[in-house]
């Protein structure tokens, strides 16, 4: 257990999460304490991670690590520190200079220390509150690692809260689904619609009103 | 125990009520943790959440009595935070107001701050007069001038339903009391809330027990005029009885009370309720956002509150 880590989200990112924004979670009981896992999540907002981190207890959030893109999550050194620090990121790099490196090689190593990687395959937060297409990197992850669950959460709430390109934060009440896992199923296309089948049927328990 | 010497010493009325309170709690609590255990019904979760409400609500009432009143104010200026923002979130909103719905959340410390210091004037006039010229205001302004009258009209009501009428609820705390009457704001406020909290029940209990087509709404599947009619005869004849000891009123009085929190807590309850039909949110239970959670406990303070409020202060002032 990281003392720092524990702390700031005790201190900061609990009573920000709990109070301030406000969660509905339903199935909190399919994300599992140990890894290896892939927690895959819809992504709409800067705060989608530090509240799907602030689910777990204290003691189990270093084993948890996010992806992230390295071009922006390391632009700085404060920003780096806490990401690196606080969230546990695994920094992924976008623009993959390098064509002969491994992109996804950073994240297998977190499922072969039995840790939970935390994803967001629709790869950027693009327009609030509306699902974009998965990229395919939870199957491949998957391929590599047929054992391990992938856990689909559909979070809503959050982009209004905190949308893209603000940087105000008007509370609102976020919902967050966790479904039961899904596995490799035999190739990257057939995993990729159990997920997306998935994902759709939790978007369906969430009442949406409209926010245009 | 220091502490509750002085409350027994200087309020030993209220004390004593307090007690009582806390005493059908503790004893509502046991028969509904029995009933878990034996059976499987439907309805228990939710009595189960409001019990927990309920508790949560005493503990802040009995440190406010013991510590100092106006902790009070602090808590309910958070439900009141909590039950707009449940308001805001399922209702709908327009992307572009998003630098309105900002200003409104701040309108809810400003409000309370003068429930806090008292001042009576700013506290009726601030919602209803300012903030409905300045906000609409910044709407135009900043946002979009599609869809203006139904965003105004959603937030407008929001605010009122929630934070002003809240504010009443809080205000009793500080409501100056008049020499001739020994009540004081927590024998008010404990008045209100208990009736109106056995209100609730007694509502639920005459709805189910009297299901008659005849008698029903359109709105609600559990609330009819049975429930009306005979969460009256319930509340009247206990505000009548526990009214000496809470609010020092003559009898007559504390029976128009009871009356009053009686019907206007079962039309707080049927408004909320045909909110929430419209929004499609009624056979959705848990499954909206953080529905089943503050705004089912307000709805009967939010025509109460004010109501109750307003004829307290003229019966305080003419006491005087």
């Known amino acids: 257990m990281k003392l720092v880590q524990a702390l700031v989200f005790f201190l900061v990112v609990r009573p920000l999460v709990m109070i301030v924004i406000g969660l509905n979670v339903r199935g909190r009981e399919n994300l599992p304490d140990y890894g290896p896992a892939i927690i895959a999540a819809n992504h709409n907002s800067h705060l989608d991670t530090l509240t799907l981190m602030s689910l777990w207890p204290l003691d189990a959030l270093h084993r948890i690590h996010p992806a992230a893109a390295a071009d922006y999550f390391l632009s700085n050194r404060v920003l780096a520190w806490l990401s690196l620090n606080i969230m546990g990121i695994i920094p992924v790099d976008r623009q993959r200079k390098n064509r002969e490196s491994d992109p996804l090689a950073d994240m297998a190593k977190i499922l072969e220390r039995d840790e939970i990687l935390i994803l967001f395959p629709e790869g950027s937060r693009g327009e609030p509150e509306q699902l974009s297409r998965f990229k395919t990197g939870i199957a491949r992850l998957a391929e590599r690692h047929p054992k391990t669950p992938i856990i689909p959460v559909f979070m809503h709430g959050l982009g209004k809260s905190l949308p893209r390109g603000d940087f105000l934060l008007v509370p609102f009440f976020a919902d967050i689904v966790v479904g039961q896992p899904v596995y490799w199923q035999g190739s990257i296309d057939s995993t990729m619609e159990a997920y997306q089948r998935a994902m759709n049927e939790l978007s369906t328990q969430v009442v949406v009103p409209t926010w245009e | ?320």
């Open chain 2, 1 to 320: 125990m220091d502490w509750f010497h002085q409350l027994f010493a200087t309020d030993p009325d209220l004390a004593a009520m307090a007690l009582l309170f806390l005493a059908l709690l503790l004893a509502v609590t046991f028969g509904y943790l029995i009933l878990r255990q034996r059976e499987h019904w439907a309805g228990l979760p939710k009595i189960g959440s409001r019990i927990q409400f309920l508790w949560v609500l005493t503990t802040v009432f009995w440190i406010a009595i013991l510590v100092n009143p106006k902790l009070l104010i602090l808590y309910i200026a958070f439900i009141a935070f909590l039950a707009f923002k449940e308001f805001l979130s399922i209702t709908p909103t327009r992307r572009a107001d998003r630098r309105v719905l900002f200003c409104a959340y701040w309108t809810i410390p400003i409000q309370f701050f003068f429930i806090w210091r008292d001042w009576r004037e700013a506290f009726v006039l601030f919602m209803p007069v300012f903030v409905f010229l300045i906000l609409p205001m910044i709407m135009v302004v900043v946002g979009e001038t599609k869809g203006f009258l139904r965003a105004w009209s959603t937030l407008g009501w929001g605010m009122i339903t929630t934070v002003f009428s809240l504010g009443f609820l809080a205000y009793l705390i500080v409501l100056p009391i008049g020499t001739s009457t020994s009540a004081s704001g927590g024998g008010l406020f404990l008045f209100l809330v208990g009736l109106a909290q056995l209100n609730h029940a007694a509502q639920y209990y005459f709805g189910k027990r009297f299901s008659d087509p005849r008698l029903s709404l359109k709105v609600s599947a559990t609330r009819n005029w049975a429930s009306l009619g005979g969460s009256i005869v319930v509340t009247a004849p206990v505000a009548w009885l526990i009214g000496p000891s809470l609010t020092h009123f003559s009898a007559p009085t504390n029976l128009l009370l009871g009356l009053l929190i009686s019907v206007c807590g079962f039309i707080g309850y049927i408004i909320l309720s045909s909110i929430k039909g419209d929004l499609q949110l009624k056979d959705r239970g848990s499954m909206t956002p953080g529905s089943g959670g503050v705004l089912n406990r307000i709805d009967t303070f939010v025509y109460t509150a004010p109501i109750y409020f307003y004829i307290l202060s003229y019966l305080l002032g003419e006491v005087q």
